[in-house]
């Protein structure tokens, strides 16, 4: 069995090691391109207000990555004197993960326990709600579309996931406001990654997908090819229903840890047919 990993470049490099490092045949296709926002200018202000906040809620791995990296002279507040006040909050442990490795303390992180039913915004309100208190502010890290690139963000897991969180704040009396650190795009697939998407629609291939978005630009880039004979793993309810929409055989969920994918995969039916 083969597994086309289809994060973003970086993120799928490091699921292939992990996986190849499970006894997994494992491949990387990303299907989304990420990059640096055009104008950090807002960044900027978000790191010159960061005490301002209750917390930071940041929707990706990615969302850490980039907002750190714009401003690294000034990382160290989040880490020192905003620790006093703002907390950073992750809808799931690879989220948890990347603001460990940026130096956000352990004790400062608030997240959805490892053994929650899913890892999304939902499950964060649970944890962080009661410190959303009237006049409260909250910062929402996210991604944004880049130009030229119009994917419908009310059909993005994401984009559904942080205006669910935001209307919670607002609802709780508190403000959500929005800051974009990095930008989302369809890669442009060379000759041999589309080769590679249509053999693996028919050669008993798994794609795993964390994003409703990596399934809509797989659609756009191989149009007209049928996934009816191909198979899926899905990190979220949401992202399967998008898989079985684009007409996957075959598609099942899991919880986006590696031991429940690697159990996923491994226990995934041959055929979708």
């Keep these: 069995m083969r597994v086309i990993v289809t994060r973003p470049e970086r993120e799928a490099l490091r699921w292939v090691r992990d996986l190849s490092e499970q006894g997994l045949l494992a491949l990387a296709l990303?299907?989304?391109?990420?990059?640096?926002?055009?104008?950090?200018?807002?960044?900027?202000q978000a790191w010159q207000h960061l005490d301002d906040y209750v917390g930071v809620m940041f929707v990706s791995g990615n969302a850490v990555d980039y907002f750190f990296r714009s401003n690294p002279a000034l990382?160290?507040?989040?880490?020192?004197q905003a620790a006093i006040k703002t907390r950073a909050w992750a809808p799931g442990p690879g989220t948890a993960h990347a603001l460990l490795r940026a130096g956000v303390a352990l004790k400062q992180l608030d997240a959805p326990p490892?053994?929650?039913?899913?890892?999304?915004?939902?499950?964060?309100?649970?944890?962080?709600?009661?410190?959303?208190?009237?006049?409260?502010?909250?910062l929402i890290v996210r991604?944004?579309?880049?130009?030229?690139?119009?994917?419908?963000?009310?059909?993005?897991?994401?984009?559904?996931?942080?205006?669910?969180?935001?209307?919670?704040?607002?609802?709780?009396?508190?403000?959500?406001?929005f800051?974009?650190?990095?930008?989302?795009?369809?890669?442009?697939?060379?000759?041999?990654?589309?080769?590679?998407?249509?053999?693996?629609?028919?050669?008993?291939s798994v794609w795993l997908f964390s994003s409703t978005e990596a399934v809509n630009n797989l659609r756009a880039s191989v149009p007209g090819q049928s996934w009816?004979?191909?198979?899926?793993?899905?990190?979220?309810?949401?992202?399967?229903?998008?898989?079985?929409?684009a007409g996957f055989g075959l598609v099942q969920q899991s919880r986006p840890t590696l031991p429940e994918l690697v159990d996923s995969l491994k226990r995934m039916p041959q055929t979708a047919l």
Excluded: C
Excluded at 114 to 138: K, M
Excluded at 228 to 245: E, G, K, L, N, Y
């Design 30 to 44: 990303p299907l989304i391109e990420v990059r640096p926002v055009d104008d950090p200018a807002d960044l900027r």
């Design 143 to 177: 991604g944004g579309d880049s130009p030229g690139h119009a994917s419908a963000k009310a059909q993005t897991d994401q984009g559904s996931g942080r205006d669910w969180f935001a209307n919670q704040v607002r609802q709780a009396g508190g403000q959500a406001e």
């Design 75 to 80: 990382a160290s507040t989040f880490i020192a």
């Design 179 to 204: 800051v974009m650190a990095y930008q989302r795009g369809a890669p442009e697939f060379t000759q041999a990654q589309r080769e590679l998407a249509v053999q693996a629609a028919t050669d008993g």
């Design 228 to 245: 009816a004979a191909a198979r899926a793993v899905a990190t979220h309810p949401r992202i399967a229903d998008a898989a079985q929409q």
């Design 114 to 138: 490892l053994d929650a039913g899913q890892f999304d915004s939902e499950a964060l309100w649970q944890v962080v709600g009661p410190q959303v208190r009237p006049s409260a502010r909250v």
